[in-house]
């Protein structure tokens, strides 16, 4: 049986990591000019949507965890996020900065692939994208980036412990959302270097 404080302690590790905050918490560690519009477009208007669509009775739950809920709010997510884009690129969003916001795009819409058979963590998907912008971070500057690696690995994992404490997800499901994020935030990275070279 779980016990209440590891239980509400769960609870706040999966609000502190929800995936709309993911962007925002880098942003506000690398970017903070850009942490207004960052935070409006991935956090504040993507929940706004959730929100009306749960007035609208068009889903169940404002945590999405009817697997078929997903589609309708991940897509308008997605939208938000490629408005995001558009608008940084008008405010001098640096290079990593837009490898960041164009793998949280590719993460969210395989993520919304994946939804229609399987219920894939988006939890699990954001923190993935945080190793993956690690990763991408670490190949930019051509040096081993030990301390923020060993972070992110850590906070991933207390983010995945939170999920399956909360029976919200499986092994399985944790691990694919995690990797989700790893690929699809690399992924962007090396095709643009390919570009360049």
Known sequence: MNSIPEYYMAQAISVVFHPLLIPSWLTLLLYKDLLPVMFVYTALVPALCIYVLYKLNWIQTLDLSDRQERSLPYALCLVCYLICIVRLEHSDMPFLGTIMMIGACLTLWIVMLFNRRW??????????????????????????????????????????????YLNAHTWKQMVAGWLTGVVMTIVPYGYILCLHS
């Open 119 to 164: 219920k894939v963590s988006a939890h699990a998907a954001g923190m993935g994208g945080v190793m993956g912008f690690t990763i991408a971070c670490m190949l930019f500057k051509r040096s081993m980036l030990w301390y923020p690696l060993l972070t992110v690995a850590a906070l991933s994992l207390v983010v995945i412990y939170a999920r399956l």
